[in-house]
């Protein structure tokens, strides 16, 4: 019999009981006996000089208790930290630009929405009444908006000794992109937006925090992916020692990658409350998270492809202007260079590779991981740029991937550009995904829908992805400032029920339901008898957190580790009472024997009492069943896939529609089908709100005109059609699970897919390329634009004719 | 100058004193403490704090306390009736319509009324029916699965 009952079952979800009954507990939900609420005073301008705060009106006001200026708290708080800086080696010899980044501005304001003062009021209300009467002078300075014009001579400076706004120009390259361009039959370029996204996360972030000043232990109650690396930090911005910090991260409505940083409102918050002695609370409404919220990709790429004129592609080249915002958020610089230039191999065999990448200083809110992050870009530029490819030289998009495809390989294929993907099968997704799809009756329908004056496109999308953050040593030696391992505790209770902790951080993810069913297949408990515990950095030693797709990968591997050494004492523990040797017993389904003794048998919840009651344990064994382990993988995991997605636009207005979308994704091994489904759902569409609608737009002057849900288009259930999904399995052996991750898979592929239907819809018209979103405006002038060339080329041709 | 409300909420009779800009989602949540009822913008976008007034889906960050004074109001809190869990929450626990959990509460109230109105919604009704709430996490497919399976299991197709 086997114990792995529940791996790869579909088991309902432990976290829902209490969140479809209203008992889910957001920070919002917290209360604490004589609460004060903040609110923060936020710059209307993109760029200003501050001249003066005069804090006295709202001093005054009803209700309020205090008001602090960035003057006021400067000698508690610190810069907030950079907490990747790129390596010189890979930024030209140039350290790269850091600059200080105060959590209230002091001295000038960078973008709309840099707080420079907070203001603690006896109720929420009373606090946001009072922001309306600081009065604050400033002077606007030239603002700049877009990364390109940024590093442009006569640009306003943003930071202080910055030359042209760049904080780096990173490099990496492969073989000789030069060489292979200039020997190839074909180069074609193209200019590729990637443009700004909010993240919108459906809880937005919210804080609160305590502080007794008999023992100086200050808790903050915080909506965080990485609540142990938020108490390590904001113990080295505030010098608040980090023993004396309990951060908690409760339930977590969303993420998405910008919940991932320590931000300038803990600091503050969680300062104020000591210095208040009071508990303070501040919720961030969807208007400021908008602003004071990082945001997603922004990039601006120049790209070159090259091969040959029957379908092998050579070499790929692409310099970015990747907009980083008014400040460097915790993981900013890596986003743009280490997760979108080391993935610019894709799942092809090309050898020559250039990329380089300007990291730029605007006035915007600052640029961080969104879920992605990075990867989306990259998958952006290889996965269109490879279409665009094929179109050129005539062929299809399908036969030309699999003609570049790496053959398929178990045990670690070294790319070109330096890192080691670890397992792939990128011709059998596509193959999946085929299978489901049936291209050929696809065509013929695209066909017979043209003469209707309908047009369907088909897009594709063969993306590979760089997860299971990470080995620590490789991050590091590229520039990390913390580690990326995860840990876990197993805590075996005497009568056998188990406590797991864990140092990820899930916000929706269903850790509690993963987790607790590897721990029950591997122990033969039920899974009513395991209690996952995660976020809050006084239950659990130090953890890293949830991004990347690590969870699994590196905080599943973690859990296994630990789950293997109570097994091992335990069956010390059971040999010792059964007179043999801990080698000849088997664990199994809960039940420790020996073989070819039956009679001899354990139960688990015997063993587990056995360990705390001691009055049989073998000489020297300690009493106690629980295990602590880190695991540090020793290479980073890569999912892949095909996504293929079928776009209809309506020719009239210009309207483009979703209307089929198929996903193969192979991640690996996977322990609940049903969730790791969802994850691909929600990523799909958060691709396919990229593609289709979503956009963060800025005006020159600094202004968000995109700043609320009315005015940046979060797709609805009637955007989206319903998915169809289904997996490859190549299991990777970066850890003994098999499992790659799959939080990001969807918003990987999907932009790209849909960018890519849309094309093939347009390309009879001549169109090759086109930028998101697909707005039914762009589209229809893209259309009307496209029918006028057509027109103009013919009339000529009809010239030359006569 | 505070505004008398009287107000029945998941079957409770409350008479209370409120500053007259309090929101119905403010009341709820600070005044009866069912924070069940979340909220998510302030643009009556999200429809997290979707609950039923009077029997009809409202946002409740979009009316003001003393506008619903003399209404019967049903939270997510309501829902469940003697522990029995109503089939629209079996159904998204059944079909995995939940992710992180934030816009569910809103999400199943505005799946009541439209099982409601129409015990047996084709997909497109129901993706219709859903437009005023926002998901970030579930890209919608599941909670349409859900909203299906609620149906069939309540008697519709």
Known sequence: MTTDTLIGQEVTRVEDQALITGRGQYVDDLRLPGLLHLALVRSPYGHAKINRIDVSAAANAPGVVSVFTGADLAEQLGSLPAGWVLIPEQTGGEPMATPDHPPLAIEKVRYVGDAVAAVVASSPAAASDAVALVDVDYEPLPAVTDAEQATMEGAPEIHEGVANNKSFDWTVAAGDYDAAAAEADVVVKERIVNQRLIPNPMEPRGIMADYNAGTEQLTIWTSTQIPHLVRLLFALVTGHPEHKVRVIAPDVGGGFGCKLYLYAEEVIVGIIAKQLEKPVKWIESRTENYVATTHGRDHIADAEICGTSDGIVTGLKVHVYANLGGYLSTFAPAIPTILFGLMLGGCYKFENLSCTVAGVFTNTTPVDAYRGAGRPEATYVVERMMERYAHEIGRDVIGVRRRNFIRPFRRGHDMPIGVTYDSGNYQGALGAALDMFDYQAFRQEQRDARREGKLLGVGFSTYIEICGMAPSAVAGALGAGAGLWESSTVRVHPTGTVTVFTGTSPHGQGHETTLAQITSSRLGIPMENVEVVHGDTERHQFGTGTFGSRSLAVGGEALMMSLDKVIEKAKEIAAHEMGVDAKQVVFENGTFYVEDIQEREIPWGDVALGAYWAKNLPDGLEPGLEAVSFFDPQNFTWPFGTHIAVVEIDEMTGETSLVRYVAIDDVGNVINPMIVDGMVHGGIAQGAGQALQEAAVYSDDGQLLTGSMMDYAVPTAEDMPSFETGRTVTPTIVNSLGAKGAGETGTIAASPAIVNAAVDALKHLGVTHLNMPLSAEKMWRTIQDAKEARRARRSAAARRGN | ?157
């Open chain 2, 1 to 157: 100058m505070n505004v008398e409300v009287t107000i029945t909420v998941n079957g409770t009779a409350h008479r209370l004193s409120v500053p007259p800009r309090t929101l119905l989602s403010t009341l709820l949540r600070d005044e009866l403490d069912l924070t069940g009822t979340h909220v998510g913008c302030d643009t009556s976008s999200c429809g997290a704090c979707t609950v039923l007034v009077d029997g009809d889906a409202t946002k409740s960050c979009t009316m003001f306390a003393a506008q619903a004074d003399g209404s019967s109001v049903t939270t997510v809190e309501g829902l469940a009736s003697n522990g029995e869990l109503h089939p629209i929450q079996e159904a998204f626990r059944e079909k995995h319509g939940l992710q992180c959990g934030f816009c569910t509460p809103g999400m199943m109230i505005t799946a009541v009324q439209i099982l409601e109105r129409n015990p047996s919604p084709s997909e497109a009704e129901i993706r219709s029916g859903l437009r005023g709430n926002l998901c970030r996490c579930t890209g919608y497919h599941n909670i349409v699965a859900a909203v299906q399976h609620a149906a069939a299991n309540s008697g519709g197709d």
